[in-house]
């Protein structure tokens, strides 16, 4: 069980990366979007944004006992924010790498309320605040579709 939650909590591995382990889980997250690409539709993102998030609250707050609060090593959420951003975007290479960097932006920048979120306890806070990040890029890249 042990080994899942890690596995799950970093992403199969890219939270493990020694060089910036949260643009590695949302690169990851980028490439399985477009690995999915031919069935990749908002309905689809968002199940996949939901269900990875419920599992990424409970192995977030697992994993903690292992790492520590909100470790570098958990990038599951990473995941699930860079997917909600990616919910209604043009899936072209173009349109992934604004979703990608805008995500990138807000999740390091944390604008209000996604710090007040990251204050959640246990795996919530490790979850929600780049859920709003997440979400903020979707708005942005939603206004940006014109030009991508």
């Known amino acids: 069980m042990k080994f ?11 939270g493990l990366s ?10 990851l997250a980028v490439g399985i979007a477009l690995c999915l690409r031919p ?3 908002p309905a689809l993102a968002l199940a996949l944004t939901l269900v990875i998030s419920l599992a990424g609250v409970y192995c977030a707050s697992r ?12 990038v599951i959420d990473e995941v699930a924010g860079m997917w909600l951003a990616l919910a209604f975007t043009p899936l072209s290479w173009t349109g992934a790498a604004v979703a990608f960097f805008l995500f990138r932006l807000l999740d390091i920048v944390k604008p209000p309320p996604a710090r007040q979120a990251e204050r959640l306890p246990g795996g919530w806070g490790v979850m929600a605040d780049d859920l709003v990040a997440g979400a903020y890029a979707l708005v942005l890249v939603r206004g ?4 991508i």
């Not at 899942?4 to 591995?13: F, V």
Request: aromatic residues 12%; negative net charge.
């Open 4 to 14: 899942l939650i890690k596995a799950i909590a970093s992403a199969c591995g890219a």
């Open 39 to 41: 069935w990749w539709t």
């Open 63 to 74: 994993a903690e006992e292992y790492w520590g609060h909100d470790s570098h090593k958990i």
């Open 144 to 147: 940006l579709s014109a030009w």
């Open 18 to 27: 020694p060089v910036a382990p949260g643009t590695a889980g949302s690169a």
